[in-house]
């Protein structure tokens, strides 16, 4: 849809392309890949495609990595095969966001490959955050920050003469040297970026980490961990390497860029925004127009704490006339297929499941998802689905060490798995090779055994499938416009175990306890647990129940006037 501020209620769709379709049959998903299965995507009826990083990289950190940012990596494909995905999004009608990673490069980028052959306090190195060492000799780190990957955030560099010399800040791997955004030069870097994507016909950037680009003078120590002070894995603002006031100009420069190509191209914000009163910092006229409702996703199905959430951010949001941006899943985090399987509690720090967690149940954490993905989409605003939600995927849970890739399983000595799991191949064509993920080589990560039935084809053709509820789910949010509505809570039906909220006409009710609860009046539109409990929901008998069962969310036609 064309209308001003399509992203105010649009779905987008992540597409993590390592892991959407290999179409060469080298194990890795590519840009090819994507484009021969865009318009599954299409026919899903989602707004959009968020297209994590495809550029040149060494992939030390799964693209996020980038050693030229207006190139695509060999391993993904062509600027021609950029261009001829772009052309396909277009003709089915799909926008196209890509990522924008402005805190840091890969080391073999060339400006800091120049960086390391140039003297101490060259332009070069000020491209970067270059210090002299702490201690007789320069060996211990300028500051006492840590890596959000474990371990500390300097590496100490060998100078051309061969001598032990400067460090620089990597607030992720040492692979990834943050850039020096008090430099001019930086600015104008990331001004050519973006100006070379726009012109290749996307429709805005999700910007990676947009509360680390600026960092305090001086560098102060920080006493709290920069690896997961904070409920979600961020310390608060306070952290002298996030959410400093400067970081707001460059988004306010962008967002000029940005107009140069109209109103339609759009900034998603990564950010740290807790509390959420300061989502109003990012999300502005003048600044973003998304930022991720991350507290959303780590209130699980915590209905408390989702009420709080919700009611939170859209008071904040609301002051300054933008919409919200909520999301379950991503490539950092357990899918929540995976993360509502757990009968306790989930876990939740979006580092993979620990060795020491039970087993989580499968079934159990797909239906609780399909609740609580059926809770999110009923609700205004936008939202993000990870590729293979639509699936009810779970997370690889059995990947052997030897095949682990995410840098944070190496630095903290395996201490934390890391985001592999979420990150599994899809599986397209049940009883074909890797699941029809791709015909040759084996996939990057190994599928678990359960993708095989959990196929794209498989689901296509089942009725109560978890795919065909998402396509009910996305094609009703349309068609009610509930994207575009406001909330009000119903609060005979909110308890401990259930949260309701009206939206235009629509009910929108979730019980997360053991016994089922009679619905208002009303008719029933659609339901999360259709198969096995209901049958054949399409079938119509279910709308007859007048309950919402353990673990179910309920869509519900309302007259009006019964409420009042
Ligand atoms: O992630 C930012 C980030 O630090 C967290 O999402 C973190 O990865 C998560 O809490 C697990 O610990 C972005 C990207 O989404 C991520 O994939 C990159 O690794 C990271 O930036 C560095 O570019
Ligand atoms: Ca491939």
Known sequence: DSTPGWWRSAVIYQIYPRSFRDLNGDGIGD????TAELSQLAELDVDAVWLSPFYRSPQRDAGYDVSDYCDVDPLFGTLADFDAMIAEATRLGLRMIVDLVPNHCSDQHQAFQAALVA???SPERDLFIFRDGRGEFGQEAPNNWQSHFGGSAWTRITEPDGAPGQWYLHLFDSSQPDFNWDNDAVHAEFARVLRFWLDRGVSGFRVDVAHALVKAKGLPEWGGRADGASSWGFPGHEAPMFGQPAVHEIYREWRKILAEYGPDTILCAEANVEPLSRLSDWVRPDEMHQAFNFPYLHAGL??????????????????????TTWVLSNHDVVRHATRFGYHGQAPRDGDGIGAFDPQPNEELGRTRAAAASLFMLGLPGGAYLYQGEELGLPDGIDIPD?????????????????????????PWRTGELHAGFGGGQDPWLPQPASFDALSRDAQDVSPSSHLNLYRRTLALRRELRLGQGSLSWMEAWCTDTSLAFLNGTTAI????????????AGRVLLRSTPYAVYGDFTAGESGADRHIRSGETVWLEINIEDTE
Not at 31 to 34: D, P, V, Y
Not at 509 to 520: K, Q, R, S, V
């Open 31 to 34: 840009l090819a890949g994507i």
């Open 119 to 121: 003297p101490a306090g």
């Open 302 to 323: 915590d209905l408390g704490r989702l009420r709080y959430v919700v009611t939170e951010s859209l008071t904040a949001l609301d002051s300054v006339g933008a919409p």
């Open 402 to 426: 030897s095949r682990r890739q995410d840098p944070t399983f190496a630095r903290t000595g395996g201490e934390r798995l890391g985001r592999d799991g979420c990150r599994v191949p899809l």
């Open 509 to 520: 009710l979730i019980n997360t306890g053991h016994d089922a609860m009679e619905l208002p």
